[in-house]
């Protein structure tokens, strides 16, 4: 409701907008004896972008049916249980790879400072920053397969969590739909079906119902106006020069 409040006041504010924007500015007066310059013709508004097209109503259930199936792909995708899971998929991943980044950008610059000061360097110098590159490689490799094995594991996990609130979720609307089958549209290979029978629509209502809804951040409050500056006094003119 409140987003809806809000879509509704600043269609109110463009509209005030354009209707201030297509009110041509008053001309000042011309001096006696002057032709007055002829006002600019009014730009004409733009055209207004069609309305889009309502969504359409998803096909009713046949009558009678008792076979149907269900894209588990687009439950997941179209889910908010789906797209929390996502998010903690690619968190994870920015942070590797901010992690991976920040490693192999120090490695660089050792390399760099081999080949541009190792023939000015002791021995020993030289030696141990060799000795650190070749550490900072093997440290590289096994961070880049610990961090693909710790994301594989959440995948795994989240997964595995997915698919134990899917399971209640069939008996359910199997119930509901007094089906004999229900198939799975990615493993059935199922080339054409009538759109009433996909069920997918149904799973993404029941498993939003039963998932918590992420905290949503406060609305960043309006910037407050800036001070009036205050008036400056009067310049005094200066005296004149006698």
């Known amino acids: 409701m409140r987003g809806h409040a809000l879509a509704a006041s600043l269609a109110v504010v463009l509209s005030a907008a354009s209707a201030l924007a297509q009110t041509p500015a008053p001309q000042p007066a011309a001096p006696a004896g002057q032709r007055p310059t002829p006002a600019a013709p009014a730009t004409p508004p733009l055209a207004q972008p069609a309305p889009a097209p309502a969504p359409a109503l998803p096909a009713p259930f046949p009558a009678g049916a008792k076979v149907a199936f269900v894209d588990f792909q687009r439950v997941a995708a ?18 590797k790879q901010a992690e991976g980044a920040e490693k192999a950008k120090q490695l660089q610059m050792n390399e760099q400072r081999l080949a541009q000061s190792g023939a000015v360097m002791s021995e020993a110098a030289r030696s141990q920053l060799e000795k650190d590159i070749e550490r900072q490689k093997r ?38 739909k007094g089906l004999q ?62």
Do not use: M
């Not at 889910?79 to 991943?93: F, H, R, T």
């Open 139 to 176: 440290e590289g490799e096994r961070f880049q397969q610990d961090a693909q094995a710790e994301i594989t594991e959440l995948q795994q996990e989240l997964q595995l969590d997915f698919q134990k609130k899917i399971s209640p979720l069939v008996q359910q609307i199997v119930q509901d």
């Open 181 to 242: 089958l229900l198939l799975s549209r990615a493993d059935a290979g199922i080339v054409w079906g009538d759109p009433g029978l996909d069920l997918t629509s149904d799973f993404v209502k029941k498993l939003d119902a039963v998932t918590p809804k992420p905290a949503v951040a406060p609305a960043a409050k309006p910037a407050a106006p800036p001070a009036a500056a205050a008036p400056r006094p009067p310049t005094t003119p200066a005296a004149p020069a006698k």
């Open 78 to 95: 179209e889910s908010v249980e789906g797209q929390i899971s996502s998010s903690k998929i690619n968190a994870l991943v920015a942070k």
